[in-house]
């Protein structure tokens, strides 16, 4: 049942993560961003898949070491 979830889990994570736009990608690498080094605060739907990927981060690490233990 556990591995079952951890795929789940990181399926989520893969989608979060997908989600976020950032210009650290390759696009940033590039010079395609234009961030100019300036922080931006996330707000509202952002913030929600901000955290949303570190919490499923926590429970897939927290999963993982459950099953080693088991």
């Not at 889990?9 to 650290?24: G, H, K, T």
């Not at 509202?44 to 926590?58: A, C, H, P």
Request: proline fraction near 1%.
């Amino acid at each position: 049942m556990i591995p079952i979830i951890q795929i789940a889990i990181a399926v989520a994570i893969i989608v979060l993560i997908l989600l976020q736009e950032r210009s650290a990608g390759l696009s940033g690498i590039l010079g395609g961003g234009d961030s100019g080094g300036v922080y931006q605060t996330r707000r509202g739907l952002e913030k929600v898949i901000f955290r949303g990927t570190i919490v499923l981060g926590i429970v897939f690490i927290a999963l993982a070491i459950f099953q080693f233990l088991k």
